[in-house]
């Protein structure tokens, strides 16, 4: 793995190849973005979604965090970041569809169904604890049938913690209105890290099938 003077080496490639060869787009995009497309995906370091969806630098608006998760609306007092890049995407860059992608082997979704982390002090996995902890209410169920270990479980903690955060987006009044408008469409994917194979949701049957 890369340390960060690789990747300063790695910057050097690209300021020399890329970046001068496609001095256009990076021109016009000094004056702004338009994407049409926001993902939310995790932070794992396996899953990066410009590599996943092949797009260029201005093509999607990403944000990512522990297990790709959508926090439900709240104005209470503090730093919603993930709220804020939703507002900012859904708001002001006018993006037609967002797409929730979580992905195989996900810590934050294991953490979320063994509950080994809670009770943990913060920086010592409280931190994850607190934020996993959204995911209590879809863990349930995922327990009760197929228990807190094994790959099977896993899967389906993944699959649930989609679901869970494209009903917190809906939780939005802004992201409901618009997508009630039919000026905004909801996605979930499921990214299987293992075979490589990108799955999405179709939300009236509940089940995920390959990309065509």
């Known amino acids: 793995m890369k340390n960060f003077s690789q990747l300063v080496e790695g ?6 190849t890329d970046w001068q060869q496609q001095r256009d787009r990076w021109a016009t995009l000094a004056e702004g973005q338009s ?4 993902v939310i995906a ?6 990066d979604p410009a590599q996943i969806f092949d797009v260029d630098p201005g093509e999607i608006f990403v944000v990512r965090n522990v297990a790709a998760m959508v926090p439900p609306y709240e104005t209470t007092p503090g730093h919603h970041g993930v709220s804020a890049a939703v507002e900012f995407a859904v708001q002001f860059l006018k993006v ?8 195989g082997m996900c810590g934050g979704c294991q953490a979320a169904l063994t509950q080994d982390l809670h009770g943990n ?16 209410e879809a863990r349930e169920p995922v327990a009760r049938e ?7 479980a896993e899967l389906a903690m993944e699959l649930a913690a989609v679901k869970a955060s494209l009903a917190n987006l809906r939780s939005f009044p802004f992201v409901k209105d618009r997508e009630d408008k039919g000026e905004l469409v909801l996605r979930g994917a499921h990214f299987a890290i293992s075979d490589g194979i990108l799955r ?13």
């Open 146 to 152: 197929l228990g807190t270990t094994g790959r099977e």
């Open 11 to 16: 910057y050097g490639r690209f300021r020399s």
């Open 42 to 47: 995790c932070s794992d370091s396996r899953v």
């Open 96 to 103: 037609s569809e967002v797409v929730i992608m979580g992905h």
């Open 200 to 212: 999405l949701l179709d939300e009236d049957s509940g089940e995920f099938s390959p990309a065509d």
């Open 35 to 38: 994407p049409k497309v926001m």
């Open 121 to 136: 002090d913060p920086g010592a996995g409280g931190f994850v604890a607190d934020w996993v902890g959204m995911l209590d």
